[in-house]
């Protein structure tokens, strides 16, 4: 995929382009600061494994894994459209997304998707699965105004620290055609 430019609506400019080994480092970073704002997440701080782990995860990566860089180089953004390896469910995808707390809500997460909801419709995905937490308004909204509808919601899937427990959502969209 070939890098393209774009720019948030507080005219912050950014490069869309598929990640390298050499972008570990920077992913593990936008992980970690996701994390510790905790909204949209499942996983945990200490959960979030090794840089190294981040780096042999991008280079084995099997599909699509698109990051927004800022101009100083920052990694705001991370998808991951993950192609199932066994032939006969490859043509099935898994998407997960996230965009740093400090550039949400500013077109980037909508941007991210289309470029590579472009890429799998070219690549001749057929059909991306996602998981969301249920109280996930902004994903939802997000996730639906580009075809993807609620298959199964899994109750009580998810438990935060406190003890609340949360549902799960599992969304689809099928390529269109
Ligand atoms: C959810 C997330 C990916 C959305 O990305 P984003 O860059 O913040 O969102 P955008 O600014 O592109 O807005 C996307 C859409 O969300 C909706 N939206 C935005 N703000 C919203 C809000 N406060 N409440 C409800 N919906 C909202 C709108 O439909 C919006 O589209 P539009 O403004 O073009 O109409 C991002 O906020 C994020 O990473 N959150 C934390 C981690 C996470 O939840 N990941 C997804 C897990 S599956």
Redesign the pocket.
């Known amino acids: 995929m070939d890098p393209t430019e774009c720019t948030l609506?507080d005219r912050t400019p950014i490069t869309l382009r598929q990640a390298a080994a050499s972008d570990g480092p920077g992913v593990w970073l936008l992980t970690r600061d996701?994390c510790e704002?905790g909204?949209?997440?499942v996983i945990e701080v200490d959960e979030i494994g090794t840089v190294e782990a981040t780096t042999a995860k991008i280079a084995d990566f099997p599909g699509l894994w698109l990051l927004a860089v800022g101009g100083d180089g920052a990694i705001l953004?991370s998808l991951e459209i993950r192609r199932l390896r066994p032939r006969r469910v490859a043509h099935n995808g898994l998407l997960?997304?996230?965009?740093h707390?400090a550039?949400?809500?500013?077109?980037?997460?909508?941007?991210m998707?289309e470029r590579a909801l472009a890429w799998a419709d070219a690549a001749g995905l057929a059909a991306i699965e996602?998981?969301?937490?249920a109280d996930?308004?902004?994903?939802?909204?997000?996730?639906r105004?580009v075809g993807f509808e609620v298959m199964w919601i899994r109750e009580r899937f998810i438990r935060l620290p406190d003890g609340a427990a949360v549902d799960d959502v599992v969304m689809r969209r099928e390529a269109p055609g």
Do not use: C, H, K
């Not at 550039?103 to 941007?111: E, P, Y």
């Not at 996602?130 to 937490?133: E, Q």
């Open positions: 609506r996701q704002d909204r949209g997440q953004g997960s997304l996230g965009i707390p550039a949400q809500g500013l077109g980037l997460g909508r941007a998707t996602l998981f969301m937490r996930n308004e902004r994903a939802r909204a997000l996730y105004s």
